[in-house]
DNA sequence: GCCCAGGAGCCCG
DNA sequence: CGGGCTCATGGG
């Protein structure tokens, strides 16, 4: 039975089609990278969306654009209060307020092109060393902000992979990442899309009260019934 | 009303 | 090093 990892990556690109995430579909197509505008912003929405629901982002990102609030130079003006009001609706107000802050006197510390150019384990643990930003979020900037190429692994990623049987319930971030990548070629869109590929099965059906009679992935799964 | 969202920091053994 | 607690709002 074939079900390493790029196995079940071709199960759902085949199942769900190109997600399309974060942001501009095609920009691997157009452009090299992205412009420093839609880095920010995503650096903003990798903080945002931590342990939150994206719509509830979307809101707080409009928010904040509506009050001219999505540069560097605005959140660094810009009181903790105010942000806080403005980002409400994405939870953890006052938390993701004070990480903004943060995040803007870092970027005002190094520049996107500076971040942009630096090696990938240099940047890692640069953006590990800011407080607020935890494996994840880190990950997410570097894969979809810089495009490098590293796997982001989530909450979803790990219940799907722990089910399967490709990793176990208590391994660690570190391990089920170099677990993924070691048995895939390293390439920024593939990574981007299986990620995206992963939240989507996971909210479909890899739910916390699994569908297991409707998923694609039951041939492959250890836990299927 | 309850459950859960594209986590991270902190404290504690 | 790993488990438990806290942070908070909105949609199903």
């Not at 769900?16 to 691997?28: A, H, K, N």
């Not at 707080?60 to 001219?68: I, Q, V």
Request: hydrophobic share 40%.
């Amino acid at each position: 039975m074939n079900s390493s990892f790029f196995h079940i990556y071709a199960i759902l690109l085949k199942e769900y089609g190109p997600q399309g995430w974060w942001p501009i579909g095609t920009v691997y197509r157009k452009r090299l990278s992205l412009t420093n505008d839609e880095k920010f912003e995503i650096i903003v929405g990798a903080i945002l969306t931590q342990n939150t629901a994206w719509t509830n982002v979307e809101k707080a990102l409009h928010e904040l654009r509506r009050n001219n609030c999505l540069t560097i130079k605005a959140l660094l003006e810009t009181k903790q209060e105010t942000l806080a009001q403005y980002i409400k609706s994405s939870g953890y107000n006052n938390q993701k307020a004070e990480r903004l802050k943060i995040v803007a006197q870092f970027l005002f510390q190094y520049s996107l092109e500076e971040l942009q150019n630096m090696d990938m384990k240099e940047l890692r643990a640069l953006l590990l060393s800011v407080k607020g930003i935890g494996p994840e979020t880190a990950d997410s900037i570097m894969l979809y902000a810089f495009m490098k190429p590293i796997f982001v692994i989530d909450a979803y990623t790990k219940r799907i992979m722990s089910r399967i049987g490709l990793c176990s319930k208590d391994s660690s971030y570190d391990e089920l990442q170099a677990a993924i990548t070691h048995n895939m070629e390293k390439d920024t869109e593939n990574y981007n899309e299986y990620h995206a590929l992963l939240v989507e099965h996971a909210k479909r059906y890899c739910r916390t009260k699994p569908l297991c009679e409707e998923c694609v992935l039951k041939e492959v799964c250890m836990k299927r019934m």
